[in-house]
């Protein structure tokens, strides 16, 4: 009972802004949204839904070992057993429906085994009232993908349908296509 009066007070100081917002950062180590995460906390695992727990699953079994992750600051990283950072995905909360993806980085040795997807899946457990996900630029791979596609006679939204991105986001249940631009290299998807 008393932790949860402690952080519905950190909650309200962050977010009605209050002069006690920064005695909140301070108090707790970590800026107002990390507040609000352990306030309100992730779902119940039965709540979850069932392509989040495949898409974390996919990549445990490709990977031979459990994930651990911390959210923190527009961040998830995802650890080995060990505490060996594997990869990070930057992301940026837009109110609470969306989400927008910044960066992100998997460590070369752990690429194309499903660390991506399952560090989407990740924030969308912790934050599940989001339904729309907008990708600012597709680079490495994805952008390779996009430019081929287009090379070959794809139009823009088929092209952008081909990226591992937009595959990605269809699997966890985020396939519509909501806006896109191959010139810019973005997109938005929408909760199915």
Avoid at 13 to 19: H, K
Avoid at 54 to 68: D, V
Avoid at 148 to 169: N, V, W
């Amino acid at each position: 009972m008393a932790v949860t009066i402690r952080y519905a007070l950190l909650f309200l100081a962050c977010y009605l802004g209050s002069s006690h917002a920064a005695w909140a950062e301070k108090s707790e180590g970590a800026p107002c949204p990390t507040v609000y995460q352990q306030f309100a906390g992730p779902p119940a695992a039965a709540e979850e839904p069932k392509q989040l727990r495949k898409a974390r699953a996919r990549a445990e079994k490709e990977l031979g070992f459990e994930l651990r992750y911390t959210v923190q600051e527009g961040t998830v990283r995802a650890y080995g057993p060990d505490g060996q950072r594997l990869g990070y995905l930057g992301f940026e909360l837009r109110g609470r429906t969306t989400i927008n993806i910044e960066d992100l980085y998997v460590e070369e040795e752990f690429r194309r085994r499903g660390l991506s997807e399952a560090m989407m899946a990740e924030i969308l457990r912790r934050n599940p009232l989001v339904d729309r996900i907008e990708t600012d630029s597709l680079v490495a791979t994805n952008g390779k993908v996009l430019k081929k596609a287009l090379k070959k006679g794809y139009s823009c939204k088929d092209a952008i349908r081909a990226t591992p991105a937009y595959q990605m986001r269809k699997r966890l249940g985020f396939g519509k296509l909501k806006s896109f631009s191959c010139e810019d290299v973005t997109f938005t998807v929408k909760r199915d």
